[in-house]
C-alpha cells in the first residue's frame, strides 16, 4: 500500500498544518476550517497527477490545440461532520466529481470505550470508478474502516484514496491490515506517534469536528 506523508517534505502545506495545530491560532474557526479547505486543495492536486489522462482537442479563438485532460472523474467522499472542509477543497478542484457522504460518530459508553455508528450514507453507484475519501483525523482508524464498508454497498471502486489531515501510527498500521492493499492508497499530512486514553492523537490538533462548527452536546 503506497503512503504519502505530505510533511517529510517542505511545501506550503506545512505552514497550514502548523495554524490548525496551533492552540492559539485554531480557535478562530473561520481560518481552522478554510487551512484544512487549503490542505484538501493542495492533496487533491497531488492525487489528480496519479489519475489516467487522456487528450482532448479544442478550439480556442485563434485555433484548435490539444491538452491532456484527467480521463475519468473520482467520486468524492467525506466523513460528516468534521470532513466537510477537506472536502470542499477536493470538489474546488475536482468541480465534475461526483460525490458521496457518509455519517460517523463516536457514542460514548464510558470516558475511554465507545462504538462508532454509521447512520447515513448518501452515493452514487461506485463499480470501476476512482474512490477519494476524506476525513481530516484517522485516529483509531475505525470510522474510517466503516464508512468503507457502507461505501462498498454501492459498489467496488476500482482504486481507493483515502485522505487526512493526522493519522495515528495505529491507525495507518490498522488500514493497512484492512483496505485492498493493491489498490489502497493513502495521502496524510502527518503521521503523529500516538494516541491517548481517548483515542485521540497525540500531538494531534484536538477535536477536528468542534474546531470546525463548535461543541457538541
Ligand atoms: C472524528 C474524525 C473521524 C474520527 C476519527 O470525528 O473526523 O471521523 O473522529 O477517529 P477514529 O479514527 O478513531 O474513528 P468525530 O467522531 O469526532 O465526529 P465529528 O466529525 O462529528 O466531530
Ligand atoms: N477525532 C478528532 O477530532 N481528533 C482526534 O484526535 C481523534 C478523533
Redesign the pocket.
Known amino acids: 500500500m503506497k503512503i504519502v506523508t505530505f510533511n517529510q517534505a517542505n511545501s506550503i502545506l506545512n505552514q497550514y498544518l502548523a495554524e490548525v495545530r496551533n492552540i492559539n491560532i485554531q480557535g478562530d474557526s473561520l481560518r481552522f476550517r478554510r487551512n484544512i479547505e487549503r490542505i484538501g486543495e493542495i492533496m487533491a492536486y497531488e492525487i489528480s497527477r496519479d489519475l489516467p489522462y487522456h487528450p482532448i482537442e479544442i478550439q480556442t479563438p485563434l485555433a484548435k490545440t490539444c491538452e491532456n485532460v484527467p480521463a475519468v472523474q473520482p467520486v468524492l467522499a467525506t ?5 466537510l472542509p477537506l472536502h470542499q477543497g477536493f470538489l474546488n478542484y475536482f468541480d465534475h466529481a461526483e460525490n458521496a457522504f457518509v455519517s ?3 457514542k460514548y459508553i464510558d470516558i475511554e470505550h465507545f462504538d ?1 455508528h454509521i447512520e447515513y450514507i448518501a452515493s452514487p453507484r461506485l463499480d470501476n470508478k476512482i474512490l477519494i475519501i476524506t ?10 474502516e466503516l464508512a468503507y464498508k457502507a461505501l462498498l454497498t454501492k459498489g467496488e471502486p476500482s482504486h481507493i484514496h483515502i485522505v487526512s489531515v493526522l493519522a495515528s501510527q495505529q ?1 495507518i498500521e490498522y488500514l493497512q491490515k484492512t483496505l485492498p492493499d493493491a489498490k489502497t492508497t493513502i495521502w496524510c499530512g502527518a503521521i503523529d506517534p500516538e494516541l491517548n486514553e481517548h ?1 485521540y492523537i497525540v500531538p494531534g490538533l484536538g ?4 474546531l470546525c462548527f463548535g461543541e ?1 452536546e
Open positions: 466523513i460528516l461532520r468534521a470532513g460517523a460518530y463516536r462508532i476525513d481530516p483525523m484517522l485516529a483509531t482508524g475505525g470510522s474510517m491507525a483515542s477535536d477536528a469536528g468542534d457538541k
